[in-house]
């Protein structure tokens, strides 16, 4: 049984770990939480109601990498570039969530429904890559279609939630909300905030500092993250995203061109039969997933839901799917700790 560090622990990724952790999804000895110093101390078994083995909660800089083997960023690119390398080079493996490593060479980027040839081996670095909450539910219902006729092209557009920005997001669009429900009327917020804009009753088509091009951070990602993972380094990605106020589960509206002709029903069937994927055919009804009826029972959080299968008629290589997943679950913690299964398995961690 490992003995595993969840840094960031008090955050909402981190939380979802350690009740997955507490679940069962990897058989546990020990878990560590860490957090920031100011949060040290605190018995998260006893606030959340957990019954795993959980130390009490310390700060980052003082876990001791000689007591465990498995370490789970989940607080920032910042607090990984400072903590990552340094618990890897005492013989960690590190499992981070953040975008510091993911696109470098040496890391492994891994969906382990998708790629899980990537950790063949143990990589020499001691470090292995969550990607982006869309890329993982978007590669997940790409990847069965490119085995089905092959990917040519993918043009996306998310619809992301306010859990996307922490538990500072989700408060955030809680209190904003009320604000403008009980004064209509009410002058806009300032700029500013978790989202750069006010998210209450709005849309905000930037996630992130947009460079010299346009593309903003979030759609770097989604551009370069899915080259990667699926091997495909030449694949054209055209990606907007957009903040919406919704509190849980980001949405996607896929457009892809494959390089051979399919049916709908093809599509469906591929779809269908890729575990950890739910399908919505044509005859259901409805026939497409929503955020709200994901997020509300805890099987359907840890899948991701595929709807609005379409082939167009006049072009049997285009098909468009709509892409519905919880971004915290299956978007990281889930993610994160499969990875960790999967290195198990390999034998890397006994």
């Known amino acids: 049984m490992l003995r595993i560090a969840v840094i960031g622990a008090t955050g909402a990724v981190g939380r979802e770990c350690l009740t997955l952790l507490d679940g069962g999804i990897v ?3 020990r878990v560590a ?5 100011r949060s040290a101390g605190r018995d998260l078994a006893s606030e959340w109601g957990l019954s795993l083995p959980l130390a009490p909660l310390t700060a980052v800089e003082d876990i001791d990498p000689d007591a465990v083997d498995v370490a789970v960023l989940c607080a920032g690119a910042e607090v990984s570039r ?3 390398e340094r618990l890897a080079a005492a013989g960690v493996l590190v499992v981070d969530n953040s975008s510091a490593f993911r696109m470098r060479p040496d890391v492994p980027l891994v969906v382990p429904q998708v790629n899980p040839g990537a950790l063949a081996d143990r990589p020499a670095c001691n470090l292995v890559s969550n990607p982006n909450c869309s890329t993982i ?3 997940r219902a790409l990847h069965p279609l490119h085995e089905l006729a092959g990917l040519e092209s993918v043009v996306v557009a998310t619809y992301q939630a306010a859990s996307g920005g922490g538990l500072r997001g989700l408060e955030e669009l809680a209190q904003g909300s009320s604000r403008l429900l009980s004064d209509p009327g009410a002058p806009p917020e300032e700029a500013g905030g978790r989202f750069g804009q006010p998210l209450p009753f709005n849309l905000v088509p930037e996630i992130g500092l947009q460079d010299e091009t346009g593309l903003s951070h979030e759609e770097r990602k989604l551009v370069r993250e899915p080259r990667k993972i699926l091997g ?3 694949l054209r990605v055209a990606a907007t995203a957009v903040r919406v ?3 849980h589960c980001h949405s996607e509206a896929v457009h892809v061109r494959l390089r051979r002709p399919v049916t709908a029903e093809a599509v469906e069937d591929a779809l269908a039969a890729t575990p950890g994927l739910r399908a919505y055919r044509r005859s259901h009804s409805p026939s497409y997933p929503m955020p709200r009826s994901v997020f509300a029972r805890s099987e359907d959080r840890a899948l991701v839901h595929v ?6 008629p006049e072009d049997p290589t285009a098909v468009a799917l709509w892409v519905v ?3 915290l679950r299956v978007g990281a913690a889930l993610n994160a700790l499969q990875i960790v299964e999967l290195a198990a398995k390999q034998g890397w961690l006994s």
């Open 82 to 84: 400072r903590e990552a």
């Open 307 to 312: 709807g609005r299968i379409r082939v167009e």
């Open 325 to 327: 997943a919880d971004n």
């Open 245 to 247: 106020p919704v509190f």
């Open 137 to 139: 539910q978007l590669v």
């Open 33 to 37: 939480p860490a957090a920031s110093a």
């Open 27 to 29: 058989p546990a000895a």
């Open 232 to 234: 495909l380094p030449d």
